[in-house]
Nanobody, 124 residues
Framework: QVQLVESGGGLVQAGGSLRLSCAAS????????MGWFRQAPGKEREFVAA????????TYATSVKGRFTVSRDNAKNTVYLQMNSLKPEDTAVYYC?????????????????WGQGTQVTVSS
């Protein structure tokens, strides 16, 4: 089983940038598909981005494509989410999650482990 801890959230002005990190413990990290999701107040949790175990495949929600970049460093057991050109509507708690396969990565049901989340607030 993999345990996940997010960090890097905070308050930023619109147009600014943040980089989230998700540190994993457990020997299965390097073989895991990793996903990022977010949940805004009063809304359902939604898919943001995902990356395959090798980093060779990535996919993004339409709302963040071209602004966010997901990457990973398997030697450091860490996955990152670089967020640029942030907008107030990006305000949410961001979660990372781990899955055993590269499948329907936009579906929360694929993932078996979740972090506790990190708050991102974008002011206008």
């Amino acid at each position: 089983q993999v345990q996940l801890v997010e960090s890097g959230g905070g308050l930023v002005q619109a147009g600014g940038s943040l980089r989230l990190s998700c540190a994993a413990s457990g020997r299965t990290f390097s073989g895991s598909t990793m996903g990022w999701f977010r949940q805004a107040p009063g809304k359902e949790r939604e898919f943001v981005a995902a990356i395959s175990w090798s980093g060779g495949s990535t996919t993004y929600a339409t709302s963040v494509k071209g602004r966010f970049t997901v990457s990973r460093d398997n030697a450091k057991n860490t996955v990152y989410l670089q967020m640029n050109s942030l907008k107030p509507e990006d305000t949410a708690v961001y979660y990372c999650a781990a899955a055993n396969i590269w499948g329907a990565v936009y579906s929360q049901n694929l993932y078996h482990a979740w972090g506790q989340g990190t708050q991102v607030t974008v002011s206008s």
